[in-house]
């Protein structure tokens, strides 16, 4: 059983750049593919970013390719996704997921969930 937290949500102005983390325990990080989804008020959850377990192989929502960047630190059982030139749009709650073997964009895949963080994008 996996537990997932995720932290660093904050309001920030468009145009800004945040790190948001999630921190794994109760697994072996490192057996993991992880996720990253977001849901916005209203609209349904979606991939924004994955990677796989050694963080040779990551996948990117066309919608934050060149502004996002996942990666992984299996030492510190830890997930990050740094985000750069945000934009109102990409307000949402952000979820970290994780599954076992390959990485892949589709959320009925992912076995465990964390909680969210809250990711406000101002104009």
């Known amino acids: 059983q996996v537990q997932l937290v995720e932290f660093g949500g904050r309001l920030v102005q468009a145009g800004g750049s945040l790190r948001i983390s999630c921190a794994a325990s109760?697994?072996?990080?490192?057996?993991?593919?992880m996720g990253w989804f977001r849901q916005a008020a209203g609209k349904e959850r979606e991939f924004v970013a994955g990677?796989?377990?050694?963080?040779?192989?990551?996948l990117y929502a066309d919608s934050v390719k060149g502004r996002f960047t996942i990666s992984r630190d299996n030492t510190k059982n830890r997930v990050y996704l740094q985000m750069s030139s945000l934009k109102p749009d990409d307000t949402a709650v952000y979820f970290c997921?994780?599954?076992?073997?390959?990485?892949?964009?589709?959320?009925?895949?992912?076995?465990?969930w964390g909680q969210g963080t809250q990711v406000t994008v101002s104009s």
């Open positions: 997921a994780a599954r076992t073997i390959t990485v892949v964009a589709a959320a009925n895949l992912y076995t465990y």
């Open positions: 109760g697994g072996a990080f490192e057996n993991y593919a």
């Open positions: 990677i796989d377990w050694s963080g040779g192989t990551t």
